[in-house]
């Protein structure tokens, strides 16, 4: 055995494809397929997202308007109706709604800001603990003998 005489074990290669780069004679040689000249034959060549060569580009052409303020706080709604269906159907342990409760319940995420809105009515008195209380659902819980805590 020489090294003239190796090659791959069989089965082990999948693709017949020429080497491009590898020479005049290999018929992929010269420019190496990419064509002559521009960014687009040179090494390291990564078209930016939205370059429309040299074009202004969509997003820089359309007009810009509004404002978006980079502090805002995002809140996700939990409304009454569906801490009573929780409450029905029993996944609430010793009458307390806390957030652990509610992304065990799969109605928040774990990086959420939590809510209570208004929407539904409350029957059972609950302690109930989140970021944000709505009027009407604050009224509500307390008129339903619970307990509001904000955390």
Do not use: C, W
């Not at 080497?19 to 005049?24: A, T, V």
């Not at 040689?29 to 580009?57: D, I, N, W």
């Not at 996944?91 to 709604?97: A, D, E, G, L, N």
């Amino acid at each position: 055995m020489e090294l003239s005489n190796l090659t791959p074990s069989k089965g082990s290669i999948k693709s017949k494809k020429k080497r491009i780069g590898r020479g005049q004679g290999s018929g992929k040689g010269g420019t190496s397929t990419r064509g002559h000249k521009g960014a687009k034959s040179r090494s390291g060549y990564s078209k930016k997202l939205g370059f429309e060569g040299g074009q202004m580009p969509l997003q820089r052409r359309i007009p810009k308007f509004g404002f978006k303020n980079i502090n805002r706080k995002e809140y996700q709604a939990v409304n009454l109706d569906a801490l009573q269906l929780l409450v029905d159907n029993k996944k609430i342990k010793k009458k307390t709604v806390n957030i652990s409760t509610l992304i065990e319940n799969r109605l928040v995420g774990k990086n959420d800001l939590v809510k209570i809105l208004g929407r539904g009515n409350l029957k059972s008195p609950i302690t109930v603990e989140a970021h944000k209380f709505s009027k009407t659902a604050k009224n509500a819980i307390e008129k339903a003998g619970g307990e509001i805590k904000t955390v």
